[in-house]
């Protein structure tokens, strides 16, 4: 029975800002029994194929996925493609005007924490970062916390990296309506990431799902490692009220820092339908 399966449909490797390479996550994946992975790397799919390929010898099956930077009314919001073809060229031309942004955003960020004391900042997070087009502010945090500045990555944000913090810098990445089209036109499904995290009041939380909605977006992540289970109930609730289906997904980076693990996640409320409903495994 598909409602037995274990479904994780959000996770990161070394191709964006996480530690394991694909095979490694795989690995794990199975190791964690889970049934289904998403692959989701912020703003690149060079990691599917070595996945996809690990995945058939762990059996585990791999949704081929992608998290996407978004800014929606000068919000950073993020959006995940589930189930997309990384080929698709106006998939890949999106997410390689991201990338370009990235790296431009990156070298304002080291001129920022060097103007505020720390000192090399954009070489260290290339020593940390295994992609040399995907450089992110975890990458610098992890670069801080090696050298000392602070005991770990969330201190990082939490003094230098946060929104209002020294080494912050506003960006603009992909508007919502391209990037939810790239991942329908490529055959996915878009999905709103991890939707209690973004601090929007309930006004404007209802702008965001009703304007992603109309942009094609066809699922919402309920249950996520950034969520509370206060929060499963409440965006089952918004789920169901706004017509989106319901995501899972544990969103790990790294087995050594405090992400939620693969597959150690809550099951989805009884009244959600799953993002899952009509897909036919092979
Ligand atoms: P970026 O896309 O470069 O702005 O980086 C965003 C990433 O930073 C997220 O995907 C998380 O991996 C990480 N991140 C954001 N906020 C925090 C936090 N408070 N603590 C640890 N990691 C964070
Ligand atoms: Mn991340
Ligand atoms: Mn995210
Ligand atoms: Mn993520």
Redesign the pocket.
Known sequence: MSSDLQYDLHS?TCVS?GVLTPTQLLERAAERKVDILALTD?DDTRGIVEATDAATRVGVRLVPGV?I?VTWNNT?I?VVGLGIDPQYAALAAGLAGIREG?LE?AGRIAAQLARFGVPDALAGAQRQAGNPEL????HF?RDLVARGVCKD??S???RW??KGKPGYVS?RWADMEDAVGWICASGGQAVLAHPGRYELGSNKLIQLLTEFRAAGGSAIEVVTGSHTPDQFVRFARLANEHGFLASRGS?F?SPD??WRDLGRLAKLPDSCTPVWQNWTLN
């Open positions: 990161h800002d912020h998290e930077s950073t993020h990235r955003r450089i992110g502010r975890l945090a990555v969330q990082v944000f939490k990296l946060a960006h969103d980076h820092e405090h």
